[in-house]
């Protein structure tokens, strides 16, 4: 059974830094495009970053980029989001997602998995 659970988020002050992690299981990641997408309340859902198989190529979201950072672990079989200098403005559920096989436009593309979330809040 695949599955796939988000830990790491929380609420924290803006300029503040958090890590968020995405267990996989039911499958082996390492043939998989992953990505982080996140949903504020009132709005669609929008990709933040993603990473092909075998880490060919990560893509972020203008609106995040120099201050997010996807990584993952093959051997734990996670992928990660390092998010630092955050604003208020990245309040959201963030999902992770998985895709079997490589992409190059892996934040415009379907997905054939989803975690259930994590919720960022960003505010003093």
């Known amino acids: 059974q695949v599955q796939l659970v988000e830990s790491g988020g929380g609420l924290v002050q803006p300029g503040g830094s958090l890590r968020l992690s995405c267990a996989a299981s039911?499958?082996?990641?390492?043939?998989?495009?992953m990505g982080w997408f996140r949903q504020a309340p009132g709005k669609e859902r929008e990709g933040v970053s993603c990473?092909?198989?075998?880490?060919?190529?990560?893509k972020y979201a203008n609106s995040v980029k120099g201050r997010f950072t996807i990584s993952r672990d093959f051997v734990k079989n996670t992928l990660y989001l390092q998010m630092n200098s955050l604003k208020p403005e990245d309040t959201a559920v963030y999902f992770c997602?998985?895709?079997?096989?490589?992409?190059?436009?892996?934040?415009?593309?379907?997905?054939?998995?989803w975690g259930q979330g994590a919720q960022v809040t960003v505010s003093s």
């Open positions: 039911g499958f082996s990641s390492y043939y998989y495009t």
């Open positions: 990473i092909s198989v075998s880490d060919s190529s990560r």
């Open positions: 997602a998985a895709r079997l096989g490589v992409s190059s436009s892996c934040l415009e593309i379907p997905y054939d998995y």
